[in-house]
C-alpha cells in the first residue's frame, strides 16, 4: 500500500476519522502530524462510538503501529485522559502508541492566555479559538521558548518548568488575567510525565525505518485547509500547517516518501467559529443539514455552520494539497432535498473570482455563484455500490468531479464503517 497523506479540504469536519478509520486497515502506521486536542475524529464501529482527540483513529485498529509526530502540540492530561477512556474499554495502545519527543507541550498557562486573549478582541474580530491553549503553545514553538514532550525524560523538567510557568504568569499578569499555580502545575505534569514516559521518543528514525522496510504510512490530519496557517482564511485559522506539507514538516518524513494525497470533503460545506462562509445558509435548508448531519463539533459540541458546496474551495484546496482523489462523505444528508445548489465561483465588485482571495475583507463580500441540481428525493442509506445509487445522486458525484477536477475515489453515506463504498476506479 502507498504512503497516504488525508487532509480536511474545506474548513474541517468532514469526517476524516471515519476515512481514516477505513483506510487503516490497509496501512502499517498512522500519524497525526499537526494541531492538538482542539481538534477531534470520531468513528463508529457498531454501537460503539470513539471521539479522539490527539492519539490517532488507527489505535482502534490490533495491530496498527501510530505515531503522535513533532508537528503536534499536545496537552499531556488529555493525552492521558484518552489513555485512560481507550483503556477502559478493552483497547491497549502500549507499545503501539508512540509521542514525539519534540512535540511540544500545551500547560494550562496556555489555555489561560488563549482565553484571554479571545475575551479582548471585539466582536467582529474574534477568532472563534477553543481555548484548548493551542495558538499560545504554538506561538512559544516559534518564539523559541516552549517546553517539548522530551524534556519530560529530562532529570531537570520540574526546574525547567518551573522557569516556565514563572515567564508566563508574568504575561498572564499582562493580560490581567490570574496567575497559574505553581505548585499545583508542577505536581500534576511530573506526575504525567512518569506515566507518559514510555511513550514519548525519537520517532522519525523509528518511522523512517518502517517505511524504508516497506511498511506503508497513512498521514492524518486536522482541522481543513482553510484553517491553515498559511492558506485559510487568516486570520480566522488554525495555528498549524493543515494542509498537505504539514505532512513532512509534522513528521521528519521526507516529502518524496510520500505516494498520494486524499481530500475529504462533505457533500455541502460547514464551518465551526467566526470567519467568513460565502455558502453559509442561515435559513430551514442550513437547519436541516445541521440537525440531519448532527452537525455539532466533535471537540466543542459547537453548532456547525452548514451551506452549499463550494468547488471554488474544492479547486483551492486540489491546488494547494496536491489531491489525488477525493473522499466525499454525508452525501446522504441531501437525500430529502428538491434542488442541491453548487458554487461554481465568487462575485464581489463586479468581479470573478475562480479562486479564494487572500483578502478577508474582500472574501467577506463576495456572493456564490450557484449551479441548481435536481435532488434525487430517494435514501441513499443503504446502498453499498455505486452502481446502485439513484441516477441524480450519480450525476451529482460526477459534476463534483468535473468541477475540482479530481476523481472521487471514496464515498460515505452514513456514520458506520460499513456505510462506505469505493467508487469503480483504479488509484494510482
Given at each position: 500500500m502507498p504512503n497516504m497523506v488525508l487532509i480536511?479540504?474545506?474548513?474541517?469536519?468532514?469526517?476524516?476519522?471515519?476515512?481514516?478509520?477505513?483506510?487503516?486497515?490497509?496501512?502499517?502506521?498512522?500519524?497525526?502530524?499537526?494541531?492538538?486536542?482542539?481538534?477531534?475524529?470520531?468513528?463508529?464501529?457498531?454501537?460503539?462510538?470513539?471521539?479522539?482527540?490527539?492519539?490517532?483513529?488507527?489505535?482502534?485498529?490490533?495491530?496498527?503501529?501510530?505515531?503522535?509526530?513533532?508537528?503536534?502540540?499536545?496537552?499531556?492530561?488529555?493525552?492521558?485522559?484518552?489513555?485512560?477512556?481507550?483503556?477502559?474499554?478493552?483497547?491497549?495502545?502500549?507499545?503501539?502508541?508512540?509521542?514525539?519527543?519534540?512535540?511540544?507541550?500545551?500547560?494550562?498557562?496556555?489555555?489561560?492566555?488563549?482565553?484571554?486573549?479571545?475575551?479582548?478582541?471585539?466582536?467582529?474580530?474574534?477568532?472563534?479559538?477553543?481555548?484548548?491553549?493551542?495558538?499560545?503553545?504554538?506561538?512559544?514553538?516559534?518564539?523559541?521558548?516552549g517546553l517539548r514532550m522530551g524534556d519530560m525524560l529530562d532529570p531537570d523538567f520540574p526546574s525547567l518548568l518551573s522557569a516556565h510557568i514563572k515567564e508566563q504568569n508574568s504575561i498572564l499578569a499582562a493580560l490581567g488575567a490570574p496567575p497559574i499555580a505553581e505548585k499545583d502545575v508542577l505536581a500534576e505534569y511530573t506526575a504525567a510525565a512518569k506515566r507518559l514516559a514510555p511513550f514519548i521518543t525519537d520517532t522519525i528514525?523509528?518511522?523512517?525505518?518502517?517505511?524504508?522496510?516497506?511498511?506503508?504510512?497513512?498521514?492524518?490530519?486536522?482541522?481543513?485547509?482553510?484553517?491553515?496557517?498559511?492558506?485559510?482564511?487568516?486570520?480566522?485559522?488554525?495555528?498549524?500547517?493543515?494542509?498537505?506539507?504539514?505532512?513532512?514538516?509534522?513528521?521528519?518524513?521526507?516529502?518524496?516518501r510520500i505516494d498520494r494525497v486524499i481530500g475529504v470533503v462533505k457533500a455541502y460545506t460547514t464551518r465551526v467559529g467566526e470567519g467568513p462562509f460565502p455558502t453559509e445558509l442561515l435559513d430551514d435548508t442550513g437547519k436541516m443539514i445541521r440537525e440531519t448531519g448532527h452537525e455539532f463539533g466533535a471537540t466543542t459540541g459547537r453548532p456547525r455552520r452548514c451551506g452549499w458546496f463550494d468547488a471554488v474551495v474544492a479547486r483551492y484546496s486540489v491546488m494547494i494539497n496536491g489531491i489525488d482523489f477525493w473522499a466525499v462523505t454525508k452525501m446522504d444528508v441531501l437525500d430529502s432535498l428538491e434542488t442541491i445548489r453548487i458554487c461554481v465561483a465568487y462575485e464581489c465588485g463586479g468581479k470573478r473570482y475562480e479562486t479564494v482571495p487572500a483578502n478577508i475583507r474582500v472574501l467577506e463580500k463576495c456572493k456564490p455563484v450557484y449551479e441548481d441540481f435536481k435532488g434525487w428525493k430517494v435514501s441513499t442509506k443503504d446502498v453499498s455500490r455505486f452502481e446502485d445509487l439513484p441516477a441524480q445522486a450519480k450525476a451529482y458525484i460526477r459534476r463534483l468531479e468535473e468541477l475540482t477536477g479530481v476523481p472521487v475515489w471514496i464515498l460515505s453515506v452514513g456514520p458506520r464503517r460499513d456505510s462506505t463504498m469505493k467508487l469503480p476506479l483504479k488509484p494510482k
Open positions: 480536511g479540504a474545506q474548513w474541517g469536519d468532514e469526517g476524516k476519522g471515519k476515512i481514516i478509520d477505513v483506510l487503516t486497515r490497509e496501512v502499517d502506521w498512522v500519524v497525526r502530524y499537526q494541531g492538538g486536542n482542539n481538534a477531534g475524529h470520531t468513528v463508529e464501529i457498531g454501537d460503539a462510538r470513539y471521539i479522539l482527540h490527539l492519539i490517532p483513529s488507527g489505535i482502534l485498529h490490533a495491530g496498527k503501529k501510530c505515531v503522535i509526530g513533532n508537528g503536534v502540540v499536545v496537552d499531556p492530561l488529555s493525552l492521558l485522559k484518552e489513555l485512560d477512556e481507550l483503556q477502559q474499554r478493552g483497547i491497549q495502545p502500549d507499545g503501539r502508541l508512540f509521542v514525539s519527543d519534540r512535540a511540544h507541550i500545551v500547560f494550562p498557562f496556555h489555555r489561560v492566555s488563549d482565553e484571554y486573549r479571545e475575551q479582548a478582541r471585539s466582536h467582529g474580530d474574534k477568532i472563534g479559538t477553543t481555548k484548548r491553549g493551542i495558538g499560545p503553545s504554538y506561538a512559544d514553538k516559534a518564539a523559541r521558548v528514525p523509528i518511522l523512517n525505518r518502517g517505511i524504508a522496510a516497506g511498511e506503508s504510512v497513512l498521514f492524518e490530519g486536522a482541522q481543513g485547509t482553510m484553517l491553515d496557517i498559511d492558506f485559510g482564511t487568516y486570520p480566522f485559522v488554525t495555528s498549524s500547517s493543515a494542509t498537505a506539507g504539514g505532512a513532512c514538516t509534522g513528521s521528519g518524513v521526507a516529502p518524496h
